[in-house]
């Protein structure tokens, strides 16, 4: 992705025209047009008509924009793909990812449907959704499976149901998974974006979350509500007192280094070259946003 990359996703119902053109409004890092859980089978056709044309008219700067298509064991994928793919359209998110195979099978009728649209090679990304046991072992060979490969997600109430375990506030029951994804999008080089808060209306429970996925190595987290967007972006989203933390660690550290030291001091903490170069990207990436 050109921009700098979003830190809330924000679903949107590809059912509901009037919140997929209201959506460009919102403020989102990222939008997410749903075609899969939140549309019923009788209005899936419909929905793809719906997202087609929300894309196809928006706005000059829009917000990035993804597809989430239904499940490659479903009937509908292609059909979602072909007709989501437009020049507004940023990347798809493939759900209940669990194959390599699966990734490889997207990724070709992605490459179609450029060609078809007339658009560059390469322009569409794709983004995993792990939301079982077997997709998350099977992260090794996903994220290998294609170079459109932009970002893993975690589906972590569809992950619970495929367990057979409850989610909870507390969350001990995704440790495992939201590690084990972190570690394999930071080793690729992608986005790693977290699972859903559902209930939109507890954003304390929504910003401790947010913090615990941040400091797992989270680049982002899913929404499904415009008002837990301002709570995502606040903890993902560096905050003064950081970015000025950072500034005063490479200014030091950049003097001591002219002196010759490669390790020093700053407010009673060692500083030393792995922390300084973490205070650079941190100020790199608030200067792309």
């Given at each position: 992705?050109?921009?700098?990359?979003?830190?809330?996703?924000?679903?949107?119902?590809?059912?509901?025209?009037?919140?997929?053109?209201?959506?460009?409004?919102?403020?989102?890092?990222?939008?997410?047009?749903?075609?899969?859980?939140?549309?019923?089978?009788?209005?899936?056709?419909?929905?793809?008509?719906?997202?087609?044309?929300?894309?196809?008219?928006?706005?000059?700067?829009?917000?990035?924009?993804?597809?989430?298509?239904?499940?490659?064991?479903?009937?509908?994928?292609?059909?979602?793909?072909?007709?989501?793919?437009?020049?507004?359209?940023?990347?798809?998110?493939?759900?209940?990812?669990?194959?390599?195979?699966?990734?490889?099978?997207?990724?070709?009728?992605?490459?179609?449907?450029?060609?078809?649209?007339?658009?560059?090679?390469?322009?569409?990304?794709?983004?995993?959704?792990?939301?079982?046991?077997?997709?998350?072992?099977?992260?090794?060979?996903?994220?290998?499976?294609?170079?459109?490969?932009?970002?893993?997600?975690?589906?972590?109430?569809?992950?619970?149901?495929?367990?057979?375990?409850?989610?909870?506030?507390?969350?001990?029951?995704?440790?495992?998974?939201?590690?084990?994804?972190?570690?394999?999008?930071?080793?690729?080089?992608?986005?790693?974006?977290?699972?859903?808060?559902?209930?939109?209306?507890?954003?304390?429970?929504?910003?401790?979350?947010?913090?615990?996925?941040?400091?797992?190595?989270?680049?982002?987290k899913l929404a499904v509500h415009p008002k837990q967007l301002e709570v995502i972006r606040?903890?993902?989203?560096?905050?003064?007192?950081?970015?000025?933390?950072?500034?005063?660690?490479?200014?030091?550290?950049?003097?001591?280094?002219?002196?010759?030291?490669?390790?020093?001091?700053?407010?009673?903490?060692?500083?030393?070259?792995?922390?300084?170069?973490?205070?650079?990207?941190?100020?790199?990436?608030?200067?792309?946003?």
């Amino acid at each position: 992705m050109d921009r700098p990359a979003p830190c809330a996703f924000l679903f949107v119902p590809g059912n509901s025209p009037e919140k997929l053109y209201k959506s460009w409004q919102l403020g989102a890092g990222a939008l997410i047009f749903d075609l899969e859980d939140a549309v019923p089978e009788s209005q899936k056709l419909q929905a793809r008509q719906n997202v087609s044309l929300a894309l196809n008219a928006a706005p000059e700067r829009a917000t990035t924009a993804f597809v989430r298509i239904n499940g490659c064991s479903s009937a509908h994928w292609q059909e979602d793909i072909s007709a989501a793919t437009d020049r507004n359209l940023t990347g798809v998110f493939l759900p209940k990812c669990e194959s390599p195979e699966e990734v490889s099978a997207v990724a070709d009728i992605i490459e179609t449907s450029e060609k078809r649209a007339g658009m560059v090679p390469g322009s569409v990304s794709l983004v995993a959704l792990i939301e079982s046991a077997r997709g998350l072992v099977e992260i090794p060979q996903i994220i290998d499976a294609t170079d459109r490969l932009a970002g893993l997600a975690l589906g972590g109430e569809d992950f619970c149901l495929n367990m057979g375990i409850s989610r909870t506030v507390e969350g001990l029951e995704l440790q495992y998974a939201r590690s084990h994804l972190a570690i394999w999008a930071r080793a690729k080089g992608c986005l790693a974006i977290d699972t859903i808060y559902a209930n939109f209306h507890d954003s304390p429970g929504l910003m401790r979350e947010s913090q615990i996925a941040k400091q797992l190595g989270f680049t982002g987290k899913l929404a499904v509500h415009p008002k837990q967007l301002e709570v995502i972006r606040g903890v993902f989203a560096p905050s003064e007192e950081e970015l000025a933390e950072a500034k005063k660690v490479v200014e030091a550290f950049a003097a001591a280094q002219a002196k010759g030291s490669a390790v020093i001091a700053v407010d009673g903490k060692m500083i030393d070259r792995p922390v300084f170069e973490r205070a650079l990207r941190l100020l790199a990436s608030a200067q792309r946003r």
